[in-house]
């Protein structure tokens, strides 16, 4: 019996609570659902509009400002590193015009102190051998004269050796003609 009356209670509470129904869809409160929906709308309205947005608007402005700025400032540092590009591959260039030209400068000052140089050693190179073509002259006067000394000797004995007698003017004169072809 207990249990009849507990389960008889339970199922007078649950027809009670399904009778009243869910309160956002009882027609009596309508209108006081209403009125309080439109006072949150108006204060949400005006709470976004008088506080919020103009907040999130300065801060948009701001952002939108620092931006450009920025931008600004990029295109300014890029010009001037196309303009120090620019005075850095002017300066190169002008270093490489001088460069070349110091090296054609030290070229031609070489080339000057080499052509003195051989000039100095064409002239020793000619002096040396002025000197030994007189040196070779002299060796051929000399090979010369021993050649005819010895030849005339040598006819002499051979003249002798064969029983005749020559006298030393008729065998210089032969020696002589033989000499010279």
């Known amino acids: 019996m207990a249990t009849e009356t507990v389960a008889a209670e339970a199922a007078g509470a649950a027809h009670e609570a399904g009778s009243a129904g869910m309160p956002q869809l009882d027609f009596s409160t309508f209108p006081n659902q209403i009125f309080w929906l439109v006072v949150t709308l108006v204060v949400i309205y005006l709470i976004l509009s008088r506080i919020s947005l103009p907040r999130i608007g300065a801060v948009l402005a701001e952002r939108k400002g620092a931006i450009t700025n920025d931008l600004a400032a990029a295109e300014e540092l890029k010009q001037k590193a196309v303009a120090a590009e620019q005075a ?3 300066a190169l260039a002008r270093a490489r015009v001088e460069a070349a030209k110091i090296v054609a400068e030290a070229r031609a000052e070489i080339q000057k102190d080499l052509d003195a140089e051989m000039a100095k050693a064409d002239a020793a190179i000619a002096a040396k051998a002025a000197e030994s073509e007189g040196r070779i002259a002299e060796i051929r006067a000399g090979a010369m004269e021993a050649v005819t000394s010895v030849a005339m000797d040598t006819a ?3 003249v002798a050796a064969l ?6 003017a008729g065998v210089n004169a032969a020696v002589s003609a033989r000499l010279k072809g």
């Open 156 to 158: 002499r004995e051979l």
């Open 163 to 168: 029983g005749g007698t020559a006298d030393a």
């Open 88 to 90: 850095y591959n002017d």
